[in-house]
């Protein structure tokens, strides 16, 4: 977008504070008006406050971004309320805000709430001197009425939801189109898969840098740049042989890339002859170029956005939250190398912006093909920093595979894997790592779903529109974590029910069967039922009788001095009154030593809670919550309290601890 886009951006219109425009950029960044034709006073006071929250020193602090969503909020916000004018009443005055968030979700469709953002606008425009102290009432009480419903439940995708819009079963097999239901099986043979296509994908490149490079660029001017790039290319770096194929492994990746897949025969049958420099745009009324997805003119400084993709999938599979992967630097991988300098462990420690905390993945081995895998494309980093340049949380439409003029990164994925020689080192690592090839089959099953562009075809005629979109991180992310919890075998996959798979997943596998929730590792009815009513049941009715009979038994005395063997005193740090149950009166001395000793005991309770708990629970229940509770009645009527106060927080620091030793032993 246009830089001036997030600048200085509500603009009065006409010269007088009275006027209803502000002059805002659209999303291509052209200047348009939004008159407020309104001549509602609750609209009209709304509308002010917007229009000075947009111009206020709050608004220009915020990052371009978040700019640029205040901004874009604003304009249907203000068509909206022009088109229910007559509609607000002092009845309903309070209502605004809440009205247009149900306008929203009903109407239009978005499920998304503006109230926040809209609060947020309207809260710094207060301060505006064209509000009447009545308006600024009004919008103080419309902040604080207007409070958004809490959002839906998030709703996961995963891979397996994902394979589940197109139908399978007849050209995957029913073994392997039940297999589909365990993410497991699902998320492993997907890491295997692209694991080796990015490590082909670097060693393609590698066989790029050991070749000659062109000596001048072509000149990339206009929309057609591709066909002298694509020819300088093939001339310099393929290899064919006598028959007009490619020679090598990179040669096959260049032809598919830079020439469409309807003329690689032709193009095979001309050059046999012909040098490729001297090739047109056009071979026998056939288009022949195409514009790279790999090999693009920054080839040799930056990886190409199909391998970014690949690492940020791999990433993804090991459950790293999809809006942090694209944040995530070389800075992030913790590498251990063994004397020879080949990694032997690998573990991805990143900072997770929602939760605000610093995660770690599961330790990855460093025979494992993902992790030769990340490390061999964090090691060919040109920078240091970022390891993406990319935006992967996008949903992008899924390639035509039948069609051979479709060109985009993910029909030239398809077209990588469907390599004899790429297919040969899938295999032999599936083999190897003992997985099946599960995902890759399911990816080309797809071809052979019958209707399913025509379908896309014929439902946009109808307007209603239905795009194909490929997964996203979100939906790899999802089955990674899934896949930490199943415990499915292959024969646990075979439906023997009348019902289908989704069927047993959505109505069958819920927390109302208690066999499936034991069986996911899930606390159990009966140890649920042992830790809230055997394990730690504190008696609070306990614990109030003997502070009371406690209190009964105090008496709270100026003296110090009983010889009467029935009567026990506490005045100084070795008794309490737990060690006088048998004792009929408990006389405490009101002075400062006493007030002192207490407020250390409650202290000292107060630092050592927790770890008291966890080695000596009954000690905490019967003996330490009673003793503070009783304490802490007493200081309330003693007169020494205050000063002992004053006096206790420079002695704390030199007092003993009381409760040390009740660690060194366990009950």
Known sequence: MKEDFY???????????????????????????????????????????????????????????????????????VKWMNGIDNKRSPKNRYECLMDYDVYRKNEVGVKTSTVIRLKLLIEHGLSSPYLTKESVTFLENLLRLSNPPPDDEAQGHSLTQWFTQFDLRNSLGEKKFLSLESPRQLITSFRVTIAVTLSFLIEVRQNWKARESPKH???????????????????????????????????????????????????SNVIRTTDIANLTNNLNCKRLWQVPKLFTPDYDHFYSELEETLAAWLIA????????????KTSDFAIEYNSAGRPILMQIKYFKGRAGTIKETDVLTG??????????????????GRIFEGDFNKSLQFPNLRSTEYNSRFGLLFRIWSIPEVRKRLDAEFSRSNVTSLFLDAMHAIKDVENIYTNRKSVAGSNQTKYIFLFRLAHIKTTAVHAQSDRYRDSDLIN???????????????????????????????????LQNVVYRPSIEAIKDNVSNLISKSTLTQG?????????????????????DDAPQLIVADTEDTA????????????????????????????????????????????????????????????????EYLLETIE
């Open 596 to 659: 002192i000793y207490f407020l250390h005991y409650i202290k000292q309770a107060e630092t050592m809670f927790e770890r008291l708990n966890r080695v000596r629970p009954d000690f905490v229940e019967m003996t330490l919550i009673v003793n503070v509770e009783w304490m802490t009645r007493m200081l309330s009527k003693m007169k020494s309290a205050r000063i002992a106060e004053s006096n206790y927080a420079l002695l704390r620091n030199h007092l003993p601890p009381l409760f």
């Open 560 to 580: 110090v001095q009983f010889n009467k063997e029935d009567i026990k005193k506490i005045n100084h740090p070795g008794l309490t009154p737990m060690d006088s």
């Open 217 to 267: 660029k072509p000149k990339m001017i206009g929309r057609h740049w591709y066909p002298d790039w694509n020819r300088s290319i093939l001339k310099i770096k393929g290899v064919f042989g006598s028959d007009g194929a490619p020679a090598d492994i990179l040669t096959s990746i260049l032809l598919y890339d830079l020439v469409i897949e309807r003329a690689h025969t032709a193009f």
């Open 496 to 530: 023997h029910h009348s019902h289908t798979s989704a069927t047993e997943k959505i109505s069958y596998l819920t927390d109302k069967n208690q066999e499936w929730v034991n069986q996911c590792g899930r606390v159990t009815r009966l140890v649920l039922h042992d």
């Open 317 to 328: 599979s090991f459950a790293v939250q999809p809006s942090d992967v694209s944040k995530l």
């Open 7 to 77: 600048k200085a951006i509500a603009e009065k219109k006409a010269s007088n504070e009275e006027a209803s425009t502000l002059i805002l950029p659209n999303r291509s960044g052209k200047k348009c008006d939004v008159q407020l034709t309104s001549k509602n006073a609750y609209h009209i006071a709304i509308f002010q406050a917007l229009t000075f929250g947009l111009n206020s020193s709050w608004f220009h602090e915020l990052s371009d971004i978040t700019k640029s969503n205040q901004i874009l909020i604003v304009h249907p916000f």
């Open 367 to 384: 025979s494992d093909c993902w992790t030769k895998a990340l490390h061999e494309y964090i090691k060919n980093l040109p920078r240091e």
